[in-house]
């Protein structure tokens, strides 16, 4: 059953409109959303337009306002001002619409700790509706996808955080929602099993399902997003493909790493003159980088280098990582930190 949609079109920017009416309609719509906790303004005026059946990215440092925004969209929030459609309905005045077609997994499991994985599949699935006998099915399936049928059995609490993160998943789709919000899905795990959950969400992609995912890690948004958008304070402040990304940030970038660490402040000195731009010092203490346009300077800069007798193990150009975008739109790095969001945003 398809209600009519109830935000009207001009109240969209016009590019924005004309872009939304190229592509096939975006699973979600959003206009000037905002958000208040007492002096914050958690969330101030994002529009967002996602398309379906992708991996839509949303980074930004913690307390930007990425989680608020995500509550917003999956109804557990109302927005103080601006509206948003999800698949076409009013994400208030047809909650229910939009709630029947997504699903949420937060930072925290939203599974129980003393249910084993397949009483708690099982669970969930006698509570979407499915008899008995289906739900034993649908949880076993799940398990079986997630490579959790050998503990199957086991209590949640006796999980590790890779198992953990995985039967959250599986919680999320036992009901395949058509748009899943992923809220740092792989905060705290190690670089196996986040593997494994990237492996997860592009198979839900290549079924379908669209899937909005906020992460800090940009490696992670590098590997699975087809389309960005970077929110700091509140506001979105770029948007776009990761390449589109990068290279709106102008130019390339130098690596240079020294063969003496102890070289490293004379040659900041050298580079930054000849370069004429702020060196980065790298966390290898051999290693610093600048972003460049002129390769001429570079030469001429490696060149002066080599005169002082600073010598170089290796040195490297190329695109600017997202780490490198992250750092030019926020000024700040993207943390690696596991502080939950909603602590510092309200």
Not at 192 to 214: C, E, F, K, M, P
């Amino acid at each position: 059953m398809h209600s009519h949609n109830s935000t009207t079109t001009d109240q969209l920017p016009a590019e924005q409109f004309n872009k939304a009416r190229q592509e096939p309609s975006p699973a979600i719509v959003a206009h000037n959303l905002v958000k208040v906790f007492g002096e914050t303004r958690a969330v101030d005026g994002v529009d967002l337009s996602i398309p379906k059946g992708k991996v839509y990215g949303f980074l930004g440092p913690n307390g930007a306002g990425k989680t608020t925004t995500i509550r917003m969209l999956a109804t557990l929030l109302q927005p103080d001002e601006g509206n948003a459609t999800v698949f076409g309905h009013d994400l208030i005045k047809e909650a229910d619409a939009v709630r029947s077609r997504i699903s949420l997994t937060g930072q925290f499991a939203s599974v129980d700790d003393d249910m084993t994985g397949m009483e708690n599949l099982t669970l969930i699935a006698r509570l979407l509706g499915y008899q008995r006998k289906q739900a034993a099915v649908r949880a076993a399936e799940l398990l079986q996808a997630f490579d959790l049928e050998a503990a199957a059995n086991r209590q949640v609490k006796k999980y590790s955080g890779g198992m953990r993160r995985r039967i959250d998943i599986a919680a999320s789709i036992v009901n395949s929602p058509e748009l899943l919000f992923l809220d740092e899905p792989t905060t705290g795990l190690d670089p196996r099993s986040r593997n494994q959950v990237w492996d997860i969400i592009r198979a839900l992609v290549s079924n379908g399902t669209t899937i909005l995912l906020t992460t800090q890690y940009l490696e992670e948004a590098d590997q699975l997003a087809d389309r960005i958008a970077v929110i700091d304070k509140g506001k979105i402040i770029a948007e776009g493909t990761a390449g589109e990304l990068k290279r709106s940030i102008g130019g390339g970038s130098l690596h240079v790493r020294l063969l003496e660490p102890e070289h490293r402040s004379p040659a900041e000195q050298i580079l930054a003159k000849n370069l004429d731009s702020p060196i980065r010092l790298d966390s290898d203490p051999a290693a610093l980088s600048a972003q460049v346009n002129d390769t001429k300077k570079v030469i001429a800069a490696l060149g002066e280098l080599e005169k002082a007798g600073i010598h170089i193990a290796g040195f490297s150009m190329g695109q600017p990582s997202l780490d490198e975008v992250f750092l030019k739109l926020t000024g700040e790095p993207a943390h690696h930190t596991e502080e939950n969001e909603e602590m510092a945003n309200g």
